[in-house]
């Protein structure tokens, strides 16, 4: 099986590699400015977009700093409402960083913490990485949420270690082991 054949159903959602008719999704939430608040970027244009959405057609894990981005479709209407990714940060060490975006229309539901709970079982049981971590903006509350619901633990507060618009950020960095991931499932 590639990555671009994987579909993982969850209650509410398939997570999928991306199809070509999901652009106008994708451009729909990339080209907010509330969507980029914490990612240390401007808001995508069109074209932006357009070459951000063909790598994110194409997931690979091969090499370190590869990236396999997928879809977060809901299942009663099909809408793409954000994406999950994982990316190789060290093969020889088995270990990714997961991240996604949302959009904001679909905010306060717990799809994240969904579509991140399945990237995380994918990542440790079908891709058998042994630690994965998220990086995210200190004042992003939403997203601190997101990865303590799902166990992760904060390992790291980087001060004023990123800068976007002549303003300072802190990030924080969570992870979870493979074996933790799997007490967690065994557990209930």
């Known amino acids: 099986m590639t990555l671009s054949d994987i579909r993982i159903s969850t209650d509410r959602l398939i997570i999928r590699a991306f199809a070509p008719d999901d652009f106008a999704s994708y451009f729909g939430y990339h080209q907010l400015p509330e969507v980029y608040r914490y990612l240390y970027q401007e808001p995508l244009d069109e074209t932006a977009a357009r070459t951000k959405f063909a790598k994110a057609s194409a997931p690979k894990l091969v090499d370190d700093g590869d990236v396999a981005v ?79 619901r799902l166990g992760m633990r904060r390992e790291a507060h980087l001060i004023e270690n990123d800068r976007f ?24």
Do not use: C
């Open 165 to 188: 618009n002549d303003v300072w950020g802190d990030e924080y960095v969570y992870a979870l082991l493979k074996r933790e991931w799997q007490e967690r499932r065994q557990a209930g």
């Open 70 to 148: 997928f879809a977060v479709e809901r299942r009663d209407d099909g809408a793409v409402i954000g994406e999950v990714l994982l990316k190789l940060a060290n093969g020889a060490a088995e270990q990714a960083e997961t991240g996604y975006i949302f959009d904001p229309a679909f905010a306060g539901k717990g799809y994240a913490t969904e579509a991140m709970g399945a990237t995380l079982d994918l990542g440790f049981s079908t891709l058998n990485f042994h630690r994965i971590f998220a990086r995210l903006d200190a004042l992003n509350k939403g997203s601190v949420g997101v990865v303590e």
